[in-house]
Nanobody, 117 residues
Framework: QVQLVESGGGLVQPGGSLRLSCAASGTILRSYDMGWYRQAPGNEREPVAI???????TYTDSVKGRFTISKDLAKNTISLQLNSLKSEDTGVYYC???????????WGQGTQVTVSS
């Protein structure tokens, strides 16, 4: 029903920037909470940035001031701008969507972000 496809990951040096995008199909995102999670090897997925259906944003403490989440409803996409990247930002970044009144969460396939000098 909801398909999410991430793009934009890659290898970047510490202090560099990346922009991740998530394109959704199968539904309209206006009524969804959207966000990005990341998972490092051996760790559970952790929320990084969330944007609610009303546009409210929430960031995990470690990325505040460095990452920015945004959405473009006309294109049915969300993006994550990653600035001032650190090695601890390395991981697979997953896009997710959740309709506020439903329990199910939808996940993208993930895109790898590697921060290394």
């Amino acid at each position: 029903q909801v398909q999410l496809v991430e793009s934009g990951g890659g290898l970047v040096q510490p202090g560099g920037s990346l922009r991740l995008s998530c394109a959704a199909s199968g539904t309209i995102l206006r009524s969804y909470d959207m966000g990005w999670y990341r998972q490092a090897p051996g760790n559970e997925r952790e929320p990084v940035a969330i944007i609610s259906s009303s546009g409210r944003t929430t960031y995990t403490d470690s990325v505040k001031g460095r990452f920015t989440i945004s959405k473009d409803l006309a294109k049915n996409t969300i993006s994550l701008q990653l600035n001032s990247l650190k090695s601890e930002d390395t991981g697979v970044y997953y896009c997710y969507a959740k309709l506020a009144w439903a329990a199910a969460r939808y996940w993208g396939q993930g895109t790898q972000v590697t921060v290394s000098s």
